[in-house]
């Protein structure tokens, strides 16, 4: 059993864990990262849509059960760089709006504690460090800025753009989605020889075999420990518990199973970013004399308030084949907060990537459909598809929420009002119909994950909430626990509410605040980095290096 003490243990190696690691790196503080997962395999397979989503190969094989205690495989990855080695790469700020209180008909999105305002340097740095390509403006509900995007927007291909101008050409304001993404494209939007990322169909969902997605692999953990020799990353490393001093004031240990051999590391500072579901699981199993209920949940809210948007991808139907290669660059946010018909928040329409017939192949096809293209096989039904990801808001109850029956892992969903959602998916269809586009839209399950009800698993939010009253929150507005001295958590597990817009770039941005807040605390300043060795440079024609610290 080891008994190695560093400064600072950061268990799990996503977007929060990740941007962590990457800012405290240049204080030359003793890191160590711990990763329950291997690295994710680069192969072919990588780009293999039968393999990533029908097969559900790079998703945990774990058994979960529902409140009514059905059983299902969670939408989760566990791979060096998290669940952003699949995720869509769309990063979004909230809205202003979003960080106080919102009225729905059927309840409340709670106010933050803080305000936007504190945000807002933060999301600037996130937007520079993941690379995001954008264009300020567009967007009608975006919020305030300091400055443009880092980089410009990913350009549409024809039909989309065709579709943007007929969204304008309604009174909407469709926008360039914030990606982020390592592409270098030409005035004539091609990728340059240089670029990393080559625009193909395989970017949204599935592993960049390329590496040319922003995600916390390539961006944060890979360049870290290439530069930085104070920090050092354990995979396969699964953080079982924690351990706190005898008082139950301060934890002193994380006990750790890699390959089946229990290991202990000990730490000044504890940060827990495993996901706001797995960081809740850790704190359930780390009960102990002085935390009976589970590590920081004197309030009972560990696991509680779970989100995970309401939302659903929508397959619409083309008359023409769909020839568009890199379909996700356009947004729409104009009924995001309501419209005269619905004067209640509603929700984001997006675009995602495009469908394969494999996919369409893993789901059941309406016979409608058969009357609208009839006798088309799965692959071309998917060219004559034009998809889009849709997204409102859930609001967050006690009642939803991760715990646990002995070893069984029980996910409780009750779900909050559809309404919004279906007054969203209207929406969407007046604004085909209006383009000239065939109004059918087919729902699809595989694309969130096989098994799941809505939502599943997909921008999990919720769980350790923080704010300034530790007998409703587990952590405070820094993200320690209320509880407990030196343990911080920077996952989406913090959210008190969770808007309508993709969450990582706040996952992102939260860390970097909370990182700051960590150096005044440990008293650090940068000391110079060691220099990477030839190759570990992820650097891409008219970008910045990724090795450059935030």
């Known amino acids: 059993m080891s008994d190695d003490h560093y400064d600072v243990i950061i268990i799990g190696s996503g977007p929060g864990g990740g941007s ?70 769309a990063l979004f700020r909230l809205r202003e709006r979003d960080f106080g209180e919102l009225k729905h008909p059927n309840g409340i999105s709670p106010a933050w504690p803080i305000g936007y305002g504190e945000f807002e340097p933060y999301y600037t740095a996130a937007e520079k460090l993941f690379h995001v390509h954008g264009k300020a403006g567009e967007d009608s ?39 982020g993404i390592l592409l270098d494209e030409g ?25 040319g997605k922003a995600d916390a692999q390539v961006i944060c953990i890979d360049p870290t420990i290439a530069r930085f020799k104070n920090v050092t990353l354990l995979t396969e490393a699964y953080a079982k518990r924690l351990e706190t001093s005898p008082d139950g004031k301060t934890v002193k240990y994380v006990h750790v199973d890699r390959n089946g051999v229990m290991e202990r590391y000990s730490a000044d500072v504890f940060v827990v970013a495993c996901g706001a579901l797995s960081s809740a699981q850790l704190m359930l199993r780390s009960y102990g004399p002085n935390h009976d209920n589970g ?21 619409a139907f083309l008359k023409e084949k769909n020839t568009t290669v890199f379909q996700k660059t356009l947004g729409c946010s104009d009924y995001y907060f309501g419209d005269e018909e619905y004067p209640y928040p509603i929700g984001l329409i997006q ?26 096989p799965f692959n071309k039904i998917a060219d004559h598809a034009l998809d889009f990801w849709l997204s409102s808001e859930d609001l967050p109850i006690p009642e939803n929420r991760i715990r646990y029956e002995g070893e069984k892992v029980f996910l409780d969903l009750h779900e909050t009002s559809m309404e919004a959602h279906k007054q969203l998916t209207k929406r969407l269809e007046r604004m085909m119909k209006a383009a000239g586009c065939a109004p059918f839209l087919l729902e699809r399950d595989l694309y969130l994950g096989k098994d799941i009800p809505v939502g599943g698993t997909a921008h999990q939010a919720g769980t350790m909430k923080f704010g300034t009253d530790p007998k409703s929150s587990v952590l405070d507005v820094n993200c320690k626990a209320h509880e407990l001295d030196n343990l911080y958590s920077t996952d989406a597990g913090f959210f008190p509410s969770i808007g309508a817009v993709n969450p990582t770039l706040t996952i992102i941005a939260n860390a970097l605040r909370v990182a700051d807040n960590l150096r005044e605390r440990l008293g650090a300043r940068d000391v110079p980095a060691a220099q990477p060795a030839v190759g570990n440079s992820y650097v891409l024609a008219g970008h910045s290096p990724i090795l450059e610290p935030a």
Request: hydrophobic content about 30%; proline content about 9%.
């Open 20 to 89: 962590m690691a990457h800012s405290l790196a240049p204080t030359g503080k003793r890191i160590l990262i711990l990763e329950r997962g291997p690295y994710l395999p680069r192969e072919q397979a990588n780009w293999n849509s039968k393999t990533v989503f029908v097969d559900g190969k790079y998703q945990v094989d774990e058994t979960w059960y529902g409140k009514d205690g059905s059983s299902f495989k969670p939408g989760l990855h566990r791979y060096v760089g998290g669940n952003s080695k699949v995720y869509g790469a």
């Open 141 to 179: 509900t975006e919020p305030p800025r300091s400055g443009d995007f880092p980089y410009p927007p990913v350009s549409h291909e024809p039909l989309i753009e065709k579709l943007s101008r007929s969204w304008t050409e309604q009174g909407l304001h469709p926008f360039h989605m914030p990606m």
């Open 295 to 315: 590590l920081a949940n004197g309030s009972d809210q560990v696991g509680r308030n779970y989100m995970r948007h309401n939302q659903s991808v929508l397959m």
């Open 187 to 211: 005035k004539d939007g091609k990728p340059k020889p240089t670029s990393i990322c080559m625009r193909c169909d395989a970017f949204d969902g599935f592993p960049c075999l390329l590496n």
């Open 351 to 376: 675009m995602c990537a495009t469908t394969h017939g494999d996919q369409v192949r893993g789901e059941e096809v309406p016979h409608w459909l058969n009357d609208f293209i009839p006798q088309l």
